[in-house]
């Protein structure tokens, strides 16, 4: 395994590729601007926690060392989606040129995805997925990578429809050879991602690798993956006050929460299907640390919000004697501005889990996710010290 000397000076994962699904969204176009900005100086590393003083030390590879790549099933150059990203505001004007030859090296690494659902002439899914692993073996080989994380950041399927569980991979593997689709393609990538010897990331609530057959796979190619569904916004303020209740012995006993949406993202939740899938993993964190409450999450589209969201939440509770109180915040965030940091960090953190042989799901990621794989912890304060010691850990691995 080639290791090379991090920013740190001690052991890293070495060379890192990052394959992106979804790779001509917001938030992936986001990322790799930005990390070609920090590499140039042009930008500093704020909202990045892997470059907190806390990781250094860690082996994670620089944020500016890492190759991108990916698959979408849109054509648009990436440096013109930078360009518009820039007019609304989401990049610093100026910036997607000051950065052109990064996203003209990325952008001729973007391959044609798998569309759902796929058309008539399409191959059996187990060609589809031969066709992802060539992508990455191609894109490994191109840049001798000695490492590829795949994140899949594309557009969040509808919640899936019932369909055998595949609890083994045999199962999983004949069902795919069939003609009928048998997969979402998050789990299509995923489950490439694995045979191709990648680790996977979900940062969407889509099924991704949360499958017995695919969490079997990992286990057995000894490869990581981690998910789902990136804690940006609302669901990162709840993260924080759900524990505050809890541990002041406050009764909450409604929380409702509004969220305005722009963007293609906001498009796609439109539709109520799609959006079952995300009000869900919104709604664990209130569960998993204050039991059953009252209220729902609503997702609204607003197309001129562009790339802003605005969440709303109202809070009922009671304190002592059972007097009623009620809270109330409004967050405004830049959705890629959020996200694009936590892809990076769960590019790096990941990679070099990889290296250090750590297999299955990554709990200890839990940080950076509304629902996070292998783990029901929510509290976020609870979740970075188990990624502080986590961390810790892999600084102290070959
Ligand atoms: N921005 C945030 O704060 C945040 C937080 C958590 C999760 N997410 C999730 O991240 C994802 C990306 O968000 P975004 O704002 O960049 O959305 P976006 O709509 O801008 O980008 C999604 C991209 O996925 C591509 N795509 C769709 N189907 C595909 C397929 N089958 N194969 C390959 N590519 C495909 C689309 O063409 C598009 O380029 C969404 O699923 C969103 O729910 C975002």
Known sequence: MGESSSQDGGATAGRTGVWLIGARGSVATTAVVGAAAIRAGLAPATGLVSELPEFHGCGLPAVGDLVFGGHDIVECALDKRAETLAEHGV???????????????????????????????????????????????????????DQVVVVNLSATEPQPPPRPAYARLAELERALAGPEPVLPPSSLYAYAALRAGCGFVDFTPSAGARLPALDQLARELRLPYAGSDGKTGETLV????????????????????????????????????????????????????????????????????????????????????????????????????????????????????????????????????????????????????ALRRWAAGLGAAA
């Open 238 to 385: 709840k993260s924080v006050l759900a524990p505050m209740f809890a541990d002041r012995a406050l009764a909450v006993t409604s929380w409702s929460g509004t969220n305005l949406l722009g963007g293609g993202d906001g498009a796609n939740l439109a539709d109520p299907a799609v959006a079952a899938s995300k009000t869900a993993s919104k709604q664990q964190i209130l569960a998993g640390t204050l039991g059953p409450v009252a209220g729902a999450v609503h997702i609204d589209f607003v197309p001129d919000l562009g790339d802003w969201k605005t969440a709303w939440d109202h809070i009922r509770f009671r304190g002592f004697l059972g007097v009623a109180m009620t809270m109330q915040f409004v967050w405004q965030g830049c959705d890629s501005a959020l996200a694009a940091p936590l892809v990076l960090d769960l590019a790096r953190f990941t990679a070099r889990a990889q290296q250090a042989g750590r297999a299955g799901p990554l709990p200890a990621l839990g940080f950076f996710f509304k629902d996070p794989v292998g783990s029901d912890e929510h509290r976020l304060s609870v979740q970075f010290d």
């Open 91 to 145: 990049l610093p004007p100026g910036l997607p040129a000051l950065v052109g030859p990064a996203l003209a090296a990325a952008d001729a690494e973007i391959r044609p995805g798998v569309p759902a659902p796929a058309p008539p002439d399409q191959p059996s899914q187990a060609g589809q997925a031969d066709r992802v692993r060539a992508d990455l073996s191609g894109f490994r080989a191109r840049h001798r990578l």
